[in-house]
């Protein structure tokens, strides 16, 4: 098998497995879906120009994302879309429940610090030591910030519908409204 094949398969494999979930973390920092979509692209471009596999592929390509979506966000014109574009922080194919709507709603709440830590550690089921590594944060402030953002979002579930109706604002909240968005989610916490 060539270089170029060996190269290609690692990174298809890599992409197989971890586009959606690097897709959703490009939207916990802020990005559209098309910016976040652009931005994998330019990420997996890269790791094809690279001559062999990094040790750890999947922390990498987190790294990298979040490297290139971060200097993504410095444009200036990008910014202005961006922020035009806030309302529809996240975009589905079809019409969201009620209760997507209110967990979206609840998740775009939250400082985009504490949102960030919380898909890691629920989306891509990031230890906090990696989070810390990742973010450059020690990993007791990581540990911090995913208790205050759980926090924050059981209070916000709380107050959009009544606990008996819908079920929010039990102790598992978060865990509800991320099933929700991402019904194959399994704990992590």
């Known amino acids: 098998m060539s270089e170029k094949t060996s190269s290609s398969c690692w990174v ?20 559209s879906q098309v910016e976040a979509e652009d931005v994998l692209q330019e990420t997996f471009l890269g790791l094809l120009k690279l001559s062999a596999p990094p040790l750890q592929p999947a922390g990498f390509v987190i790294r ?10 410095r444009s200036l014109w990008r910014r202005i879309a961006r922020e035009f574009e806030a309302h529809r922080w996240f975009e589905s194919s079809g019409e969201p429940s009620k209760k997507e709507e209110q967990a979206m709603a609840c998740l775009a709440q ?17 230890t906090f030591e990696s989070i810390g590594r990742l973010l450059d944060l020690s990993p007791n402030t990581a540990a911090g910030r995913y208790r205050y ?27 509800v409204a991320a099933k929700t ?8 916490f």
């Open 12 to 31: 298809q494999s890599l992409y197989q497995a971890k586009a959606a979930e690097v897709l959703l973390y490009g939207r916990a920092l802020g990005l």
């Open 64 to 73: 990298c994302f979040r490297n290139r979506a971060l200097n993504h966000r």
């Open 110 to 126: 939250l400082p985009q610090d504490q949102r960030e830590i919380i898909v890691l550690k629920i989306w891509h089921q990031e």
């Open 149 to 175: 953002g759980l926090q924050k979002l059981r209070e916000l579930l709380k107050g959009c519908n009544d606990d008996a109706r819908t079920g929010f604002g039990r102790n598992d909240a978060p865990m």
């Open 181 to 188: 968005i991402c019904p194959g989610l399994r704990a992590a």
